[in-house]
């Protein structure tokens, strides 16, 4: 069985530069752990399989987490999906604390 990581729905403002310099920002969101979200206003193209590297702004005032290498997964005109492949240990701490402190409880069946 495979397991995702935990995802939660944040709206937090994201930088991305491209392999080749190009850089862009747009807003994160269906974050984990494991990777995120990225809606952009589309003027740099993004596509499978383009390495990046990201800064996410998780809370106003704090520092961005840095996501030094990530890999575009899939890609429209105006988002893509991004798994994070290498980030500082202290900005991977940082991310699993945010998303443990940020998730909410599931609903119950049926309250949907």
Do not use: K
């Amino acid at each position: 069985m495979i397991t995702r990581a935990l995802r939660i729905p944040v709206n937090c403002p994201v930088r991305f530069t491209r392999e080749d310099g190009e850089s862009g920002e747009g807003i994160a969101y269906d974050l984990s752990t494991g990777g995120c979200v990225i809606e952009h206003a589309g003027v740099l193209a993004i596509s499978e399989p383009m390495l990046l590297s990201l800064q996410l702004l998780l809370e106003p005032g704090a520092s961005p987490i840095t996501i030094e290498l990530a890999q575009a997964r899939w890609g429209t005109r105006r988002e893509f999906g991004a798994r994070f492949q290498l980030l500082p240990p202290q900005d991977r701490r940082r991310l699993a604390q945010f998303i443990r402190s940020t998730q909410t409880a599931p609903l119950p069946v049926g309250s949907a």
